[in-house]
């Protein structure tokens, strides 16, 4: 038999947090103590609300397949969520439920841009849009987001970035790994556009200052993506859902039967009790989140590593190194070695990213203080 050629996906590249992290274990075996800054996960626990939502539909015996769009209880939780939070009224029949957000993004994808057409999205931006772009048999083409703009959307540059074959633009905001909010006018201007927007909304639960927006607050022509990992503290549970144009319902939803039939009942049941009954303690968990992000910028101003932005939402801070003839990865690699500290380089969010390093606030305040003073010292020490 000949060897299998991979050609088709010569492009596809891997998380580099996933290689530190990695390091960082090898390093923990030998009895190294590694502060975790790398990972956007939250260090709470569940809360006990979801779990114990989840036992007991276990117990129920709930843990057949559902309707491939998801459980009525979980869709109309999501629908009142969005009325509360953005005032904007959803019917349950445009929402789909799958097996986390990741799969939606690739549906979403899949079904409004034509394989050898455009996807246009922002640099830096989450390493995983263009490795699904590639996927999906997608060009994946960028726009830039500048530390001079404070990392806001130039929609002039974005305009003169669109061809006759941009069949969507997929944004995040807040906005990993910035943690940038974009502005209400840039919400407008998008919504304006005669190309649909695929709206990650991810993050939206956690911004600490100013107003919060869906694209849903703007335009129906849309497909807003979200989640349950961040604000509610559920990585592992594997649970997302989108909201989509009522005339596309019906094509996202074959695609979602033949790639994940649906997602798990009583995970469904679980996220239901998750948007219902703990908004209290992940509302708790979201000004530990604001508590840490503002004592980290305060001590990295306070040790010459002033980001430049201000980064309002989500749990990260996209930091711009002194020595910008070091690589990202290096430098991740070195700091990690030398200051016990795991971050993630910059270059895993696109090329815009080199000569930044990702920070992850989703740390304990013990650990956050620890990985400050010894990036302080690491700094002074090799510059």
């Known amino acids: 038999?000949?060897?299998?050629?991979?050609?088709?996906?010569?492009?596809?590249?891997?998380?580099?947090?996933?290689?530190?992290?990695?390091?960082?274990?090898?390093?923990?075996?030998?009895?190294?103590?590694?502060?975790?800054?790398?990972?956007?996960?939250?260090?709470?626990?569940?809360?006990?609300?979801?779990?114990?939502?989840?036992?007991?539909?276990?117990?129920?015996?709930?843990?057949?397949?559902?309707?491939?769009?998801?459980?009525?209880?979980?869709?109309?939780?999501?629908?009142?969520?969005?009325?509360?939070?953005?005032?904007?009224?959803?019917?349950?029949?445009?929402?789909?439920?799958?097996?986390?957000?990741?799969?939606?993004?690739?549906?979403?994808?899949?079904?409004?841009?034509?394989?050898?057409d455009e996807l246009l999205f922002t640099d830096p931006s989450y390493a995983c849009y263009k490795n699904l772009a590639y996927i999906a048999g997608v060009v994946p083409k960028t726009v830039p987001l500048r530390l001079e703009d404070g990392f806001q959307l130039d929609m002039d540059l974005l305009k003169k970035s669109i061809t006759p074959k941009t069949k969507a633009i997929l944004i995040n905001s807040p906005a990993n790994p910035t943690g940038v909010v974009f502005s209400k006018e840039t919400y407008k201007a998008l919504a304006e556009l005669e190309i649909p927007i695929i709206s990650d909304e991810i993050y939206t639960d956690l911004i600490y200052e100013g107003d919060k927006y869906s694209m849903l607050n703007f335009t129906d022509r849309c497909v807003v993506l979200n989640g349950l990992s961040k604000y509610y503290a559920m990585t592992g549970w594997r649970l997302g859902y989108f909201i989509i144009d009522e005339k596309w319902v019906k094509t996202a939803s074959f695609l979602n039967q033949n790639l994940m039939i649906s997602a798990s009942e009583f995970v469904q049941k679980a996220g239901a009790a998750a948007l219902m009954e703990s908004e209290s303690e992940c509302f708790k968990m979201s000004l530990e989140f604001d508590e840490r992000r503002k004592f980290v910028l305060k001590r990295l101003k306070e040790i010459g590593l002033d980001p430049q932005y201000n980064p309002t939402a989500a749990f990260y801070i996209f930091l711009k190194y002194p020595n910008q003839n070091v690589k990202s990865l290096d430098l991740a690699k070195d700091i990690l070695e030398k200051a016990n500290v795991a971050m993630t380089p910059g270059i895993d969010f696109g090329q815009g990213g080199e000569g930044f390093i990702r920070l992850s606030y989703a740390n304990s305040m013990e650990n956050l203080d620890k990985a400050l003073s010894n990036l302080e010292q690491y700094f002074k020490t090799y510059g």
């Open 1 to 116: 038999m000949k060897d299998i050629n991979f050609d088709h996906l010569v492009n596809l590249q891997p998380f580099l947090a996933m290689e530190i992290f990695a390091k960082a274990s090898e390093l923990e075996k030998q009895g190294r103590e590694i502060i975790h800054l790398e990972f956007g996960e939250p260090d709470f626990q569940t809360p006990a609300v979801i779990s114990k939502a989840a036992i007991q539909a276990i117990n129920d015996a709930q843990t057949k397949y559902t309707h491939t769009q998801g459980i009525d209880s979980f869709r109309a939780a999501v629908a009142k969520i969005y009325q509360e939070k953005y005032g904007v009224n959803i019917s349950t029949s445009r929402i789909l439920t799958s097996s986390g957000s990741s799969i939606l993004l690739y549906i979403a994808i899949r079904l409004l841009v034509p394989p050898g």
